[in-house]
Nanobody, 115 residues
Framework: QVQLVESGGGLVQPGGSLRLSCAAS????????MGWYRQAPGKQREFIAL???????NYADSVKGRFTVSRDNTKGAVYLQMNSLKPEDTAVYYC?????????WGQGTQVTVSS
């Protein structure tokens, strides 16, 4: 069974940084677009960033210039470097990838930005 496992969440002060990681495991033949979403309490899940298999990226306006998405195709992993964090970035962060033609979600990791 193919799965994605996130790590790297936690509590950080405003202005701080965190790096999220997400790795795919299982019987994998292909991984195309990988990305990140987040869901804050009482809100819908929203798109944050994506990276294609060729390295092209796209970001939500709310995180442009602060967050950077990257991937390691040899490890089936995607990363999210988050800088200049704000309290409004507090949410559960989910990674997402197109694996073997199917869209797969991770279980989520909590990011809390608070002083």
């Amino acid at each position: 069974q193919v799965q994605l496992v996130e790590s790297g969440g936690g509590l950080v002060q405003p202005g701080g940084s965190l790096r999220l990681s997400c790795a795919a495991s299982g019987r994998i033949f292909s991984i195309y677009t990988m990305g990140w979403y987040r869901q804050a309490p009482g809100k819908q899940r929203e798109f944050i960033a994506l990276i294609t298999s060729g390295g092209g990226t796209n970001y939500a306006d709310s995180v442009k210039g602060r967050f950077t998405v990257s991937r390691d195709n040899t490890k089936g992993a995607v990363y999210l470097q988050m800088n200049s964090l704000k309290p409004e970035d507090t949410a559960v962060y989910y990674c997402n990838a197109e694996i073997n033609g199917n869209r797969v979600w991770g279980q989520g990791t909590q990011v809390t930005v608070s002083s």
